[in-house]
């Protein structure tokens, strides 16, 4: 395997940051799971996830991206791990657990008006 592939090169750690950063110019700082919030001093703990693994497919427009937490990231990939050992299904991008329900921009303009 090339160092490119496991995500030691250089070259990897800039295609990184340059989608990275604009999922983070993007998107709401929140788990797109447990819609947990970040903050600058924390935001090393969001992390983009791509819907369909392909970390080479990287739209300009973002779509191939969700910004998760490092603990719902982790249980995203544990998802193909469990898969090989208990053959359970997996398709990429469902999730195996309810998405949440807590909207913290819902009453944004009245809390702008304050």
Same mark, same amino acid.
């Given at each position: 395997m090339?160092?490119?592939?496991?995500?030691t090169?250089?070259n990897?750690k800039?295609?990184?940051?340059?989608?990275?950063d604009r999922?983070?110019k993007?998107?709401p700082?929140v788990?797109?799971?447990?819609a947990?919030? +970040?903050v600058y001093?924390n935001?090393?703990e969001?992390t983009v996830h791509?819907?369909?693994h392909?970390?080479?497919?990287? @739209?300009?427009?973002?779509?191939?991206?969700?910004?998760?937490c490092?603990y719902?990231?982790?249980?995203?990939?544990?998802k193909?791990?469990d898969?090989?050992n208990?053959q359970?299904?997996v398709?990429?991008g469902?999730s195996?657990?309810?998405?949440a329900?807590?909207? @913290? +921009?819902a009453?944004?303009?009245?809390?702008?008006?304050?």
């Open positions: 090339s160092s490119d592939r496991l995500g090169s250089l990897y800039r295609q990184e940051q340059g989608y990275r999922a983070l993007l998107y700082w788990c797109g799971r447990c947990r919030e +970040f001093s935001l090393k969001l791509h819907i369909d392909d970390h080479t497919n990287n @739209p300009n427009d973002g779509s191939n991206w969700e910004l998760l490092i719902c990231h982790d249980n995203e990939h544990a193909y791990t898969h090989a208990y359970t299904e398709k990429a469902d195996n657990q309810d998405t329900t807590y909207n @913290p +921009f009453d944004l303009k009245s809390m702008l008006k304050k």
